[in-house]
């Protein structure tokens, strides 16, 4: 007998389903979906690199007064 290390299909697509949820929450597929988004909506306008995306959401998150009192 064998020991195979494939998952089967449920628990596979349940992995992935889960990694993709944990990536959306923690916001590490912001750059994926600004592309997606991009694509869609401003197939004209020029893309920005991840490096660029990086450092706008950086200026967007941290310029501004981040407490409540």
Not at 11 to 19: D, F, K, P, S, Y
Not at 38 to 51: E, G, N, W
Request: proline share 4%; with cysteine.
């Amino acid at each position: 007998m064998t020991m195979g290390t494939s998952f089967g299909p449920t628990v596979g697509g349940t992995l992935r389903a889960l990694w993709r949820g944990l990536r959306a929450v923690m916001g590490d597929d912001a750059y994926d979906r600004y592309i997606e988004h991009h694509a869609a909506k401003h197939p004209d306008a020029p893309l920005m690199s991840r490096r660029a995306f990086y450092e706008a959401e950086q200026q967007r998150q941290w310029s501004r007064i981040n407490r409540c009192c």
